[in-house]
């Protein structure tokens, strides 16, 4: 189930929880950040990313009309993936991308955790969960120690997604809830 936990980057205080979509989407929304909930295509468990990419492509392609981003593509992680680990610690320490960061979930879960406005915002997605957090908005991501997760990616040019790290240490006090 999709959760945000909110908390004061000063005290460490938790301000609000939260399971309840809408009240996600309106939370985060006044941060920039978009969160919505989309159906679940019928696909059986791993199916091919290119079966995924066909069954959200009439979503996809209206919400990349809008101005959204130009291509998707789909990124599946698994506990046996080998490269598991080095995956999670690239994304694990606070930083920016140069776009929007754009992820529809199929199937699993991640958090993103998102510093801005003095808070950080921890967006517990799972699969039927679209964010977006828009260029150059300080987040981690987090899918835990065995991650599994297929999920959309959503983008204008690749370059974008290279993280540019801040340097603080919010991703160690504030880390993930990623327990389901």
């Not at 990313?49 to 009439?58: G, Q, S």
Request: hydrophobic fraction near 40%.
């Amino acid at each position: 189930m999709s959760r945000l936990t909110v908390w004061d980057a000063a005290t460490n205080q938790v301000q609000t929880t939260t399971e309840d979509a809408a009240e996600i989407a309106a939370i985060l929304s006044g941060i920039g950040v978009r969160f919505e909930r989309w159906e679940i295509a019928p696909l059986p468990p791993g199916a091919s990313a290119e079966a995924v990419l066909e069954a959200y492509r009439p979503r996809l392609d209206a919400f990349m009309a809008g101005g959204a981003a130009g291509s998707s593509d789909v990124l599946r992680l698994t506990p046996d993936n080998p490269n598991k680990d080095a995956l999670r610690q690239k994304f694990l320490s606070e930083h920016i991308h140069t776009e929007d960061e754009i992820r529809f979930f199929h199937e699993g879960a991640g958090n993103f955790v998102i510093h801005a406005d003095g808070r950080v915002f921890d967006a517990r997605c799972t699969a039927g969960d679209l964010i977006s957090v828009p260029a150059n908005h300080k987040h981690w991501f987090d899918a835990g120690e065995q991650p599994m997760f297929t999920a959309l990616r959503v983008f204008t040019d690749t370059s974008g997604w290279t993280p540019h790290y801040t340097g603080t240490d919010m991703a160690l006090r504030f880390p993930a809830a990623t327990a389901a």
